[in-house]
C-alpha cells in the first residue's frame, strides 16, 4: 500500500505525494525543550545551525531562542522543534556506565548502531543486546526504535560501545543467569513478574519465585494476550508489572519461556535435566 505525505517545503512543487511504506523513515521530533536549555537551532537569516538557548515556548509550537552570538542580528527568534536539537555531546565526555535514551540508527547482522546524542553513533554488539541468545539482529532491533543504552567503552579513535543489558559494561558475553529453580514450577502457575526492556517481538521480563529466586525470561508476542497483537509497545512498558507463567525452561542455556496468557493444559519445565 502507500501512504499520501504533504511535504513540509514542497519547494513550488505538488504539495502531496502518494509513496510506498518502504520508502518512509520515521522521524522522532523532540519537542520538549524548557527554558534555559542549551540548543542548537536553525537561524532564521542564512539557515544555519548555531548556539542558543530557550527563553520560552510559544503558544504557535515553537520556542523563543536566544542567541548566544546574535553577531548584529536580533537577540532572539522563534524557532519550531524540527529545527533545533541539543549540542552532540562530544564522545570524549563518555564514560563506562552512563546511560542513555537513543535512537536506533542502523541494524547489522553484528548489532545496531544507536544515536544516543554524541558526535558519533554507538555500537551494541550482538552480545550486549540481552541476557537472552540473540539469532538474528533484525528481530531486536529496527531502525528508529527507542532503546535504553549503557556506554560500555570509549575508545581513542572516537568509537565507543554501548549495552542493552543494564550492568554489562566491560568485558563480553551475557550476564549469566540461574534458571533452575524455575524448572519445576508448573507451567499453571502465575508468577509476579516486572518488564524489563520491550523488542518487536516481545517483551524480556523479571519474574521472582515465592521464595525469592529471580531470572529474566521472554514473553513472546504471541504470548503476550489472545488475539493478534500489533505492537509490543502498545501492550507493553518497562518497569510495567505483570503476571507471568513459566512455559519452558531452558537450564543449559539459562533461558525462560514465558507467557501472560492463561494456561491450556499439556506443556512442561522442560530441560530441567
Given at each position: ?271 530441567g535435566g
Amino acid at each position: 500500500g502507500t501512504f499520501q505525505v504533504k511535504w513540509d517545503d514542497p519547494d513550488g512543487g505538488a504539495e502531496t505525494a502518494d509513496v510506498k511504506a518502504e520508502e518512509m523513515k520515521k522521524v522522532t521530533i523532540f519537542k520538549a525543550y524548557k527554558k534555559d536549555d542549551a540548543v542548537e537551532a536553525l537561524y532564521p537569516d542564512d539557515g544555519e545551525m548555531y548556539a542558543g538557548t530557550v527563553l520560552k515556548a510559544n503558544k504557535d509550537g515553537t520556542f523563543q531562542v536566544k542567541w548566544d552570538d546574535p553577531d548584529g542580528g536580533p537577540e532572539s527568534s522563534a524557532v519550531g522543534p524540527k529545527d533545533m536539537r541539543y549540542p552532540p555531546i562530544p564522545v570524549e565526555n563518555l564514560e563506562p556506565g552512563q546511560k542513555f535514551t537513543g535512537t536506533v540508527r542502523s541494524v547489522r547482522d553484528f548489532g545496531g548502531f544507536v544515536d544516543i546524542g554524541a558526535t558519533g553513533d554507538g555500537l551494541v554488539h550482538v552480545s550486549r543486546i540481552s541476557t537472552e541468545r540473540v539469532e538474528d539482529v533484525h528481530e531486536w532491533l529496527e531502525e528508529g526504535q527507542e532503546v535504553e543504552v549503557w556506554v560500555t567503552e570509549v575508545r581513542e579513535d572516537g568509537k565507543f560501545g554501548l549495552t542493552m543489558v543494564e550492568g554489562l559494561v566491560g568485558g563480553g558475553g551475557r550476564a549469566p543467569q540461574d534458571v533452575a529453580p524455575f524448572a519445576d514450577v508448573s507451567p499453571e502457575d502465575f508468577l509476579d513478574g516486572v518488564v524489563q526492556n520491550i523488542a518487536p517481538f516481545g517483551a524480556f521480563v523479571k519474574v521472582t519465585l515465592p521464595g525469592g529466586a529471580s531470572a529474566q525470561g521472554l514473553v513472546h508476542i504471541s504470548r503476550i494476550r489472545e488475539g493478534f497483537v500489533d505492537s509490543v509497545a502498545d501492550e507493553l512498558a518497562e518497569g510495567q508489572e505483570v503476571r507471568v507463567r513459566v512455559e519452558s525452561v531452558d537450564v543449559e542455556g539459562q533461558k525462560l519461556s514465558l507467557s501472560m496468557k492463561e494456561g491450556g493444559g499439556g506443556g512442561g519445565g522442560g530441560g530441567g535435566g
